[in-house]
C-alpha cells in the first residue's frame, strides 16, 4: 500500500488553507449521488461507473481556476467545490452491491467529508444503519447489514471520525427503503444510512 | 498513482510562471494562483486519502473473501476424501464378505502364492479358475494334502464355515489344533480359527491368532496372508502405526503376490483416512 | 438515540385480521385416503349447534393425505358404528367413517365419537371428550389429531399453534401474532413501531423468544405468551439475534454481535454470563440445537457463501454439514428424523430444501423464488416457511407426505418468520 505519508501531515494544513471558491463549481458539480444516481446502478461491478459522477465532480469543477473571487476556507463537510456531501447536510445513504460489504470507490470523498465534518465536531454522534435487500434468510441479512454498517464505521474512524462518536447497528431486511421484488428496489435497500443524532 | 503526476506538474508550471513575472501585481496574483493551486494539491491529497482508506477496507474485505473462498475450497476436498475413503471402505467390506461367503462355500480362489499351487486341494482348481476374482480380491490360502482320518474335524469345520456357523466352525478349528498340533493343516487351521473372529468383529482375538501362524508357523504358506490380516486386524483396533509396518512387511517380503498388492491397497486407505 | 417506540401488550385480544388459508399451490402426489365425516348430531336441548366434523374435515383435507366424501354424497348419516350399514359407505369407495355426537350441557357438552374401517367392518377409535362453549374449536382439533393419528400412524398436529410476525402496509406496524394450526383465532401478543424478527417457541409452548428491535438494535426478549409478561434476555442489552431454545428449555443459543462480529452463545434463561460457542469472524447465527440438545446446529459464511456447521453444544470444534450449492442457511432439524430443512438458493431462488443428514443429499421441497424461514410441525410431518411465490406472499405450509403446499395470507399487510409450535397436551 502506497499511503503517502506525507498526507497526514497534510491533512491540518490542508483544512486551513484558503481555497479559491469557483462561483460555477456549484453547478458544474451536478446533483448529489442520490438513492437514484447511485441506487439504481446494477449489482455489478459498476460501482466506477456512477462513482466518477460523485467523486470527480470536484475536480472537474476545480480545474476552472477563479482568478477573481476570493479565497474562501475549506469548510469539513462541504466537497473541494463547496457542497455539502458529508455532515448532517451531507450524502446520507451508502449503497452496496449485492452479497457485499466493499465500499464503491464513489464514496471515498463523501466518507472523508462525513469523517472531517465529525473531527470538526466532535460532540456529535452518527447511527450507522446497516440494511440489506429481501433475498436471503432474514437473520443471515440482519448479520449482512451489520457488516456493511461496520464498513463505513471503519473508513469513518480512518477519516478522522472518533469511535465515541459512531454507533453501528444493523436492520437487515427488515426496513427497506423500497418496496418490491426487483433488482431497482434491491439495489436501493443494500445500504448504509448515515442518521446524525441531535443532542 | 496517475493522480499524483499532473498537481506536480500543475506546481511546477506555477512556479515557472511566478518566475517569470517581476511586476508586484502580477506577484499578488502569481501568489493568489500559488495559493489556489497548493490547495488544489491539498484537495488532491486529501482525496487521495480518502481513496487509499477506502481501499484499504476494501482490501480487507476482498482478503477476507479470498480466505472463505479458499476454506470452502479446502471443506469441499476434505469432504471429497472423506466420502471416497468411506465409498472404498465399505466396497472393500462388501468385497471381502463375498469372499469369506465364497470360502465358506468351500470354494478356493486363486493360490496366495504361485509356488503353492501344487498344494490344491483336487476338484477346487476349477473353482479356483472360475471364482478368479480380479485384482483385489483377499487372497484365499488353500489346503495342503493332508492324511485322511486326521482332518475330520477340520472338515467339519469347513463346512460350518461354510453355513456361516462362525463359533461352531472356531470351535471344531480348536478342536482340531488340540488333536494335531503339529498336523499338516495346522497353520490353516489356525489362520482360519482367526478368520471366525475376524468376521465376527473379534478382531482382538483374530489378531492372536494371526499372529501366533506368523511365529508359531514361519515356512507355512499361510504366512503372507496372515501377516495381512494381523495388519488388517491391528487397523480395525485403531492402531494405525502397527499396522503400517506389518502392512509395509507384507508389501516388501512378498512382493508380486496378491497379498502385497492388498496390503498396498489397504495402505493408501490409511494414508487418505489419516489426512 | 432511541427510536420512538409504540409498545402495545394485549395479552387476549383476538384480531380483525384473521388469516386465511385457502390458496393450494401444489396438489396432492400420493393418493388420499377416502373418509367421511359425517356431521355431529347435536343432542345438547339448548344452545346453538356447533359443527365439529366441518372443523374435523377441513383440519384433515388441508394435509392433503385425504379426501372426504362431500356431505351431500351422503346418504344416511349415523351417529354411531351400530347405525352403520357398511355396504353402503363400501359403494362410495370410503375407506373411513368418523361419526359422532354431542349431549350434556350446553355450556360443558360430551362429544362422543368413533371411527370406522368400512372394510374389516370394525371399530378403531372410540373416544368421549368433554368440551366447553370457549373449546369447541380447541376440541374438534382434538378429534382430528386422534383420526390423524389412527390413520397414518403419526401424531396430528391440529392442536397446536403458530406464531409469526404481520407487517402492516407501510410497515407502519410490526406485530408479533399466535395463531391456531390453521390460522385462525390470531392473537396480536406484542405490537411495535420497530421490527419484530425470529419468534420461537419454548419446549412447552408456554413462552415465546424474539428479536425486537424497540431500543434501536437487534435484541432478544422472552415472553410469557399467556400474560403477556416479557423481559430482555441479557441484562445487559447487548445485540443478539435468532433465538433457539434447548430441548430443556432451559436456555437459549442466540446470535450475539460483539465488535460487529456474529457468534453463537448460550444464555441460560435463570440468568448468568453467556457462554460463548463459536469463535470465529465470520457471520455465525441460525442456531438449532438437536433434539437431545448435544448438538448446535448454525449458519456461517466461514467458506464464502452460508453452509450449515454443527458443533458441541458444551464447544468444541464446528464441522460442516452441508456442501450442495453456495447457499444453505437457517437449520431446522426434521422431528424424528434425520434430516433438516435449509434455505437453499440456486440461480438467485431462494426454495426450502429437505437435506438428508447421513448422505448429505438435498430434496428441494418450493419453488421461491424468495422462500425463507422454514419451522417443522412438532410430528414433522409439515412444515411453515415465509413463503415468496409468484402466486403471491404469506405463510406456505408444506405438507411432507402428500406434496401439498397451501398458502397463508392475511387481507392486509405480509405474513412472516413463522414458528409452528409444539405438541401442548
Request: net charge negative; with cysteine.
Amino acid at each position: 500500500m502506497n499511503f503517502p505519508r506525507n498526507t497526514r501531515v497534510c491533512l491540518p494544513i490542508l483544512l486551513s488553507v484558503v481555497l479559491a471558491a469557483c462561483e460555477t463549481s456549484g453547478t458544474a458539480a451536478g446533483p448529489e449521488p442520490g438513492p437514484d444516481q447511485a441506487g439504481t446502478g446494477t449489482a455489478t461491478a459498476d460501482g466506477g461507473a456512477t462513482a466518477a459522477g460523485a467523486g470527480s465532480g470536484a475536480i472537474a469543477s476545480g480545474t476552472v481556476i477563479n482568478r477573481e473571487g476570493p479565497p474562501v476556507a475549506i469548510e469539513p463537510g462541504r466537497s473541494a467545490s463547496g457542497d455539502w456531501i458529508g455532515g448532517p447536510q451531507g450524502t446520507l445513504v451508502i449503497y452496496f452491491d449485492y452479497d457485499r460489504s466493499s465500499i464503491r470507490e464513489e464514496y471515498s470523498q463523501i466518507l472523508q467529508a462525513h469523517g472531517a465534518w465529525l473531527a470538526a465536531n466532535q460532540g456529535q454522534t452518527v447511527r450507522l444503519e446497516g440494511h440489506a435487500d429481501e433475498r436471503g434468510t432474514p437473520e443471515y441479512n440482519l448479520a449482512l447489514g451489520s457488516r456493511r454498517a461496520n464498513a463505513v464505521n471503519q473508513a469513518l474512524t480512518a477519516l478522522g471520525a472518533a469511535g465515541a462518536q459512531l454507533n453501528a447497528v444493523s436492520f437487515g431486511e427488515e426496513r427497506p427503503a423500497a418496496e418490491g421484488a426487483d433488482e431497482i428496489a434491491w439495489s436501493q435497500n443494500r445500504r448504509v444510512e448515515l442518521v446524525y443524532e441531535t443532542n | 498513482m496517475k493522480r499524483t503526476d499532473w498537481p506536480v506538474m500543475a506546481v511546477a508550471l506555477a512556479l515557472a510562471v511566478a518566475l517569470a513575472s517581476p511586476a508586484d501585481a502580477q506577484r499578488r496574483r502569481d501568489r493568489d494562483v500559488l495559493e489556489e493551486l497548493e490547495t488544489r494539491v491539498g484537495v488532491l491529497e486529501q482525496q487521495i486519502r480518502a481513496d487509499n482508506v477506502v481501499a484499504l477496507i476494501n482490501a480487507q474485505d476482498e482478503l477476507r473473501r479470498e480466505i472463505q473462498a479458499l476454506r470452502d475450497a479446502v471443506e469441499r476436498l476434505d469432504e471429497d476424501l472423506r466420502r471416497n475413503a468411506e465409498l472404498r471402505r465399505s466396497q472393500f467390506a462388501a468385497l471381502e464378505e463375498r469372499l469369506a461367503a465364497m470360502e465358506a462355500r468351500g470354494f478356493t480362489p486363486a493360490p496366495a502364492s504361485p509356488q503353492d499351487a501344487t498344494g490344491q486341494a483336487p476338484g477346487d482348481a476349477a473353482d479356483a479358475a472360475d471364482g478368479a476374482v480380479p485384482g483385489d480380491q483377499p487372497p484365499e490360502p488353500e489346503e495342503p494334502a493332508i492324511a485322511a482320518g486326521s482332518q475330520e474335524n477340520y472338515e467339519q469345520a469347513r463346512e460350518l464355515l461354510g453355513q456361516a456357523q462362525y463359533q461352531a466352525a472356531g470351535a471344531e478349528f480348536l478342536r482340531y489344533l488340540e488333536a494335531n498340533p503339529g498336523g499338516g493343516l495346522a497353520a490353516n487351521a489356525r489362520y482360519w480359527l482367526g478368520e471366525t473372529f475376524y468376521v465376527q468383529g473379534q478382531y482382538q482375538e483374530a489378531g492372536a491368532e494371526f499372529a501366533r501362524v506368523v511365529s508359531d508357523y514361519p515356512d507355512s504358506n499361510k504366512l503372507a496372508d496372515a501377516l495381512l490380516k494381523l495388519g488388517y486386524t491391528q487397523d480395525e483396533l485403531g492402531d494405525t502405526e502397527t499396522a503400517t509396518a506389518t502392512l509395509e512387511r507384507v508389501r516388501q517380503d512378498f512382493a508380486g503376490a496378491d497379498a502385497a498388492n492388498l496390503a498396498t491397497i489397504r495402505l493408501a486407505q490409511i494414508e487418505a483416512r489419516s489426512r | 438515540m432511541i427510536r420512538a417506540l409504540c409498545l402495545a401488550l394485549l395479552a387476549v385480544l383476538p384480531m380483525a385480521a384473521s388469516a386465511q388459508l385457502d390458496v393450494v399451490i401444489t396438489r396432492s402426489t400420493q393418493r388420499a385416503i377416502p373418509i367421511a365425516v359425517v356431521p355431529f348430531e347435536w343432542r345438547v336441548t339448548l344452545g346453538l349447534p356447533y359443527d365439529f366434523a366441518e372443523i374435523v374435515e377441513a383440519d384433515l383435507e388441508r394435509t392433503g393425505q385425504f379426501a372426504p366424501m362431500g356431505r351431500e354424497t351422503m346418504i344416511t348419516r349415523p351417529t354411531r358404528f351400530s347405525e352403520m350399514r357398511l355396504t353402503n359407505w363400501r359403494i362410495m369407495d370410503v375407506e373411513a367413517v368418523l361419526v359422532g355426537h354431542v349431549s350434556g350441557s350446553e355450556a360443558n357438552p360430551t362429544v362422543e365419537f368413533e371411527l370406522v374401517d368400512v372394510y374389516a367392518g370394525e371399530s378403531l377409535l372410540v373416544y368421549r371428550l368433554q368440551s366447553s362453549r370457549d373449546a369447541f374449536r380447541a376440541t374438534a382439533h382434538r378429534i382430528a389429531d386422534l383420526v390423524y393419528e389412527q390413520l397414518t400412524g403419526a401424531r396430528g398436529m391440529f392442536s397446536t399453534r403458530l406464531a409469526y410476525v404481520q407487517v402492516t402496509p407501510g410497515r407502519e406496524e410490526f406485530r408479533l401474532i399466535v395463531a391456531d394450526a390453521d390460522g385462525q383465532n390470531p392473537i396480536v401478543v406484542l405490537r411495535s413501531t420497530d421490527p419484530i424478527m425470529s419468534p420461537s417457541w419454548s419446549p412447552d409452548g408456554a413462552w415465546l423468544a424474539y428479536v425486537s428491535f424497540e431500543a434501536g438494535h437487534a435484541e432478544v426478549f422472552v415472553q410469557e405468551v399467556a400474560t403477556g409478561q416479557r423481559r430482555p434476555l441479557s441484562p445487559d442489552r447487548t445485540s443478539a439475534s435468532a433465538p433457539a431454545w434447548s430441548p430443556d428449555g432451559r436456555s437459549l443459543a442466540v446470535a450475539r454481535n460483539v465488535n460487529a462480529n456474529s457468534d453463537i452463545y448460550i444464555y441460560s434463561i435463570d440468568g448468568g454470563s453467556p457462554q460463548r460457542l463459536t469463535r470465529h469472524s465470520a457471520v455465525e447465527t441460525e442456531p438449532e440445537f438437536s433434539a437431545d440438545g448435544n448438538r448446535v446446529y448454525f449458519t456461517s459464511d466461514r467458506g464464502i457463501g452460508p453452509q450449515v456447521y454443527v458443533v458441541p453444544a458444551r464447544g468444541g470444534r464446528a464441522q460442516r454439514v452441508s456442501f450442495t450449492g453456495s447457499y444453505n442457511a437457517r437449520p431446522r432439524l426434521q422431528p424424528d428424523r434425520n434430516q433438516m430443512a435449509i434455505v437453499h438458493q440456486q440461480e438467485g431462488r431462494f426454495r426450502i430444501g429437505l437435506m438428508d443428514l447421513r448422505d448429505e443429499s438435498l430434496r428441494l421441497l418450493t419453488d421461491g423464488p424468495l422462500d425463507e424461514s422454514p419451522s417443522f410441525a412438532p410430528n414433522g410431518r409439515a412444515l411453515i416457511f415465509g413463503a415468496g411465490t409468484t402466486a403471491g406472499r404469506g405463510l406456505g405450509v408444506y405438507f411432507i407426505d402428500s406434496g401439498v403446499m397451501r398458502l397463508l395470507r392475511a387481507p392486509k399487510g405480509i405474513l412472516r418468520e413463522p414458528a409452528w409450535g409444539p405438541y401442548e397436551n
